[in-house]
């Protein structure tokens, strides 16, 4: 989350290219980082009042903690493609980054 940041603020006057793609990257690993280990810790809090539901909720829990590191995966090949000159658009967040950029 902090690589992009950084190049946002250091790019965001002088390339639209920069900016897009990094702020699509801040976006989403805000949103994988966050909300899955939000997700993750409140679905794994639901076993601690219902027993039975632990054997459903724990995989369920570990999907979502695992959505940081799909993430991560996910932002290093949009920035391998993005470093090879294509326009890389974020599953979702593209369309939206590009439109508050533009608009």
């Not at 002088?14 to 949103?31: E, P």
């Not at 997700?39 to 999907?63: D, E, K, M, W, Y």
């Not at 995966?73 to 658009?89: L, P, R, S």
Request: proline share 4%; charged share 10%; glycine share 12%.
């Amino acid at each position: 989350l902090a690589a992009p940041l950084i190049l946002y603020f250091i790019y965001k006057d002088r390339s639209r290219y920069v900016a897009y793609h990094s702020l699509q990257a801040i976006i989403m690993q805000g949103i994988c980082s966050f909300g899955g280990l939000l997700l993750a810790v409140l679905v794994g809090g639901l076993s601690q009042f219902i027993p039975i539901a632990g054997l459903v909720c724990l995989p369920i829990s570990c999907c979502f903690g695992l959505l940081p590191l799909v993430a991560l995966v996910y932002g290093a090949y949009g920035g391998i493609m993005t470093n090879q000159g294509e326009d890389f658009k974020y599953w979702l967040i593209g369309d939206w980054v590009r439109s508050t950029l533009i608009g």
